[in-house]
């Protein structure tokens, strides 16, 4: 796993013209089962992927946090959610809350989230195989095959199932 995640980022960028020919043209014309498609793969892929083995999602980006996301961590840390922005958040350019810095402050030794039943909706959701109209998050899903070796997968098989 540590080998191909490192190899992660040059196979994304090498498949980059490759992968946006491709979801330019699902964007154009998306079969109609593509939702059904998108989750067999997700789900056959998470089948085999075990995410604590990894971790890179939390290792080298951040999400956004929602400002129900700031009021539910906020509440479950018995803090204001103020106080919650202060210690833990900044605005980044696109004007929302992300971490100050990563790793994630909450990612632990063993890769376990420390507020996982609390965690951000970016992070319940990620890396966004499985969402409905999938072919909307593109530019989303080409950023996430070089981080994620899950969505890199899922994408390679994609290719190969929807023609």
């Not at 980022?9 to 059904?36: T, V």
């Not at 929602?66 to 009021?71: G, L, Q």
């Not at 971490?99 to 632990?108: E, G, K, R």
Request: aromatic content about 10%.
């Amino acid at each position: 796993m540590e080998k191909f995640l490192q190899q992660l980022p040059k196979l994304a960028k090498d498949k980059h013209n490759e992968n946006k020919k491709f979801f330019d043209k699902l964007k154009k014309k998306a079969p109609k089962n593509l939702d059904y498609i998108m989750q067999d793969l997700h789900d056959r892929e998470f089948e085999r992927t075990d995410c604590l083995t990894c971790a890179n999602c939390c290792k080298t980006t951040g999400p956004l946090f929602t400002t129900a996301d700031i009021e539910r961590i906020a509440k479950h840390f018995k803090m204001k959610p103020q106080q919650f922005i202060e210690k833990y958040l900044r605005i980044d350019e696109d004007n929302d809350y992300v971490l100050q810095s990563v790793p994630c402050t909450f990612l632990d030794t063993e890769n376990y989230c420390m507020i996982y039943d609390v965690r951000p909706k970016a992070c319940r959701e990620f890396p966004h195989t499985d969402r409905k109209k999938f072919q909307q998050i593109a530019n989303l899903t080409l950023k996430n095959v070089a981080i994620c070796p899950a969505a890199y997968n899922i994408v390679e098989e994609m290719k190969k199932k929807i023609v």
